[in-house]
């Protein structure tokens, strides 16, 4: 029988993993022994036992077989919390394509060097009385810093030790003093570092409607079966899916069980964990990148130790080490940020379900406007639908204008806003009301479009717009195709052939300019980029402190504000034409999440979509908030296209210092495929390899990028030919060690 190796952490802390060791694995343990399991394995020089954990598995030697060392045994710990983190990231590096040591340091938590955070207090060991004798006693001999220490505690037994320091201005040798003497003592104990702030509790309870009870029943009906599953609501913005989610996660905590709760942005954060801060009070907590370390760790160690009932936090909120484990929520499902955009690019939608296989938990997903992905696997039965069709309470969709553009600018107006919505705006100011102004900046950068048919510029061979370059030339990011860019429209011949450019600021300055007395605040990657810049943005504009919030999508993703009455959205074709072929749906999405902002109160909302492409599918289905439709129509292009999600694609993407050196690796790996094609298709196999080519941003850094994709109805099939580029790299690396290979699976972005 072959030989079979190990490799092997001995140090399981997120600053150690990097250094796995190699061990083969003895034929009585071949059974045993598995990615996470713990063993015994000689160490060092001396050959000392130490506790460790299989991290990989591979039938070839790294090393030299004299100087590799067999595993002693199976540990009698063998399944721990750090086991499942394990298999976890070793899922991860299988199913999206990482080293493992990626993997673990995107699942393991922080580093473990950080201190614990101490509190320490001074308490008296003498009685009143005795104390104050003693500081008498000081006084008489001139030591009045001790005598104002025991006075303190003749009036208060217990005190805070920095009051001591701070407000009595005592030094740390005085205290020590004091203890030797025994008249006190300095007791310390570790404490969390809270990063949330304290919250009145009491939320007003909302009755749920019929829908939401049936959900909520069917869920945990499912559960206590033993027969948990995943579940789509799709329901319309409004609906009342944040309180279906609330009383699932009310009756788990009932059962001694956890929840994770995935937003999006952290911008949504502030708002979601207020709600359920006053539903479940201290054992909910937060988890995203603008904690500290110090505050990161303590909440995974709040979770670990059974401290916490639930975790609200984006995508990495989903490793949270809970040990019971119920329900994880993803709010808003079709969000493009669950993707991660670094090694390893896993989606958190189908980590969600494998996370939850493992613990015998349930997924519940939410959307105004679900995934392709998502709903495609809910009609396919994969996943089980609940829709919610109407609005919860007295609030009703609001009514929607589709403005176009191209006739504003016929009859004169170069305003960025658009006689109707400048109407609507002043009617609000008037009126006492708020208004959101959403400017749609995703992809601006590429597309050109003519301002009076709307014509936009695209690839003949892909149907996504053309990118337009600084040497003058139009080009595909997915094929390759190039042609110079033209002065005048094919289509009308108009000179108002050009790009895009808008920002938040001039939004900003031109709403000073046309009302002067509104008060504005802006809401952008550049106002929130300190700590808790988010929260104090949002808390103002719901405190009714502005009128008008203006800003990028970050705005328009679950918000609640009941005074806001009118949503304007700016450019809404900027993300309809990125070169993408998930520009229809995206757009799709933010128009309609942006509507939905609208008429949530009890007052009747108004959106203004300006636009300069008033006829196609997104913005009619989505000024109609019409999910179905749109739907029906996108799967109609993808499965001609063979896009996800009928079909499954992978990007591989090649980085080298050396331009010749990174085409020649993308061409030999493309060949490589296609002889997996040849092989595969006399089996019945179907795949499409479109490229290589340069990447739509060629150079990074004097990195050179190309790119190629591989489509298979069987994503099975993309991870064997992943399997077999990552062997054909290990090889190559011995002779070329100038590159670097990336592997995206349904990538939300192409390269």
Not at 32 to 42: E, K, L
Not at 603 to 619: N, R
């Amino acid at each position: 029988m072959a030989e079979r190796y190990a490799d092997v952490i001995v140090d399981i802390s997120h600053e150690k993993v990097d250094r796995p060791f190699q061990y083969k694995i003895p034929q009585e343990l071949s059974e045993a022994i598995y990615p996470g399991v713990r063993v015994r394995v000689p160490f060092g020089n001396g050959n000392k036992e130490k506790a460790g954990y299989v991290v990989d598995l591979s039938d070839r030697a790294d090393y030299p077989e004299e100087k590799i060392k067999f595993i002693t045994a199976v540990d009698e710990k063998g399944i721990t919390a750090e086991s499942s983190q394990i298999q976890i990231a070793y899922w991860l590096k299988r199913q999206y394509g990482s080293t493992m040591i990626t993997a673990l340091k995107t699942v393991l938590p922080v580093k473990r060097t950080l201190k614990d955070l101490e509190k320490k207090k001074v308490t008296a060991c003498l009685g009143a009385e005795a104390l104050a004798e003693a500081a008498d006693q000081c006084e008489r001999k001139h030591q009045a810093a001790k005598a104002r220490v025991l006075r303190a505690l003749t009036e208060e037994e217990v005190l805070p030790y920095e009051l001591i320091r701070q407000k009595l201005n005592i030094s740390p040798a005085t205290l020590t003093a004091l203890e030797k003497q025994g008249y006190l003592r300095v007791d310390t104990e570790s404490v969390y570092r809270n990063p949330v702030k304290h919250v009145e509790g009491g939320e007003k309870r909302v009755c749920l409607g019929d829908d939401q009870k049936k959900i909520v029943e069917e869920v945990l009906r499912d559960y206590r079966s033993g027969n948990p599953r995943t579940y789509l609501i799709h329901g319309v913005t409004g609906s009342g899916k944040t309180e279906v989610y609330l009383g699932i996660i009310e009756e788990m905590i009932r059962m001694g069980k956890q929840a994770i709760v995935l937003i999006p942005e952290i911008a949504l954060t502030y708002q979601t964990l207020l709600r359920f801060y006053k539903r479940f009070g201290e054992r909910v907590s937060v988890i995203n990148s603008s904690l500290s370390q110090g505050e990161r760790y303590d909440q995974i160690r709040r979770a670990a130790a059974g401290e916490l009932d639930v975790i609200i936090g984006p995508r990495s909120a989903l490793f949270t080490p809970f040990p019971n484990l119920g329900i994880i929520i993803i709010d808003e499902e079709h969000e493009g940020s669950y993707k991660s955009e670094s090694m390893p690019k896993y989606h958190a939608r189908e980590t969600a379900v494998h996370i939850a296989s493992m613990h015998g938990a349930c997924v519940v997903m939410g959307s105004a406007t679900p995934s392709m992905e998502a709903y495609y696997r809910a009609k396919t039965g994969a996943y089980q639908l609940f829709e919610m069709p109407e609005r919860h309470g007295s609030s009703t969709l609001p009514s929607v204008y589709i403005v176009d553009l191209r006739e504003e600018l016929k009859q004169g107006n170069r305003s960025v806003f658009s006689r109707k919505l400048h109407d609507l705006i002043e009617q609000r100011l008037h009126a006492g009301e708020q208004t959101m102004l959403f400017l749609n900046r995703r992809g601006y950068a590429g597309f050109v479009s003519c301002r009076a048919c709307g014509h936009v510029m695209k690839c003949p061979h892909c149907d996504v717009s053309l990118s337009e370059h600084r040497n003058g030339m139009l080009v595909c990011h997915y094929c390759g195709y190039e042609e110079v860019r033209r002065a005048d429209c094919p289509e009308c011949g108009s000179r108002y052939l050009m790009g895009f450019r808008a920002g938040t600021e001039q939004i900003e300055e031109a709403l000073h300019r046309e009302f002067p007395a509104a008060r504005v605040l802006r809401m952008d990657g550049d106002t929130t980029r300190k700590k808790e810049s988010y929260e104090k943005i949002l808390a103002a504009f719901a405190d009714e402190k502005a009128d008008i919030l203006v800003g990028t999508q970050m705005i328009v993703k679950g918000h609640d504000f009941p005074n806001v009455t009118l949503v304007g959205i700016l450019a809404a074709d900027l993300s309809l034409n990125q070169n993408d072929y998930r520009a229809g749906e995206r757009t799709f999405q933010l128009l309609t999440q942006a509507a939905g902002r609208a008429g949530r109160g009890g007052k009747p909302g108004e959106v203004v979509i300006q636009t300069y492409q008033p006829d196609h599918y997104s913005i009619v289905y989505a000024a109609a908030q019409d999910y179905q439709g749109f739907y029906e129509e996108e799967i109609t292009y993808r499965e001609f296209m063979q896009y996800p999600p009928v079909a499954h694609m992978m990007a591989v993407l090649i980085t080298s210092g050396e331009q010749a050196v990174g085409k020649k690796i993308c061409g030999q790996m493309v060949e490589l495929v296609l002889r997996k094609r040849e092989q595969d298709d006399k089996e019945g196999g179907i795949y499409q390899v479109i490229g290589p080519a340069e990447a739509a941003i060629s150079r990074i850094s004097d990195q050179y990028r190309h790119v190629f994709y591989v489509k298979h109805k069987d994503y099975d099939k993309l991870i064997e030919v992943k399997d077999i580029l990552e062997l054909f790299c290990r090889e190559k690396e011995n002779g070329i060690k100038n590159f670097t290979v990336q592997y995206d699976f349904d990538p939300m972005n192409t390269y």
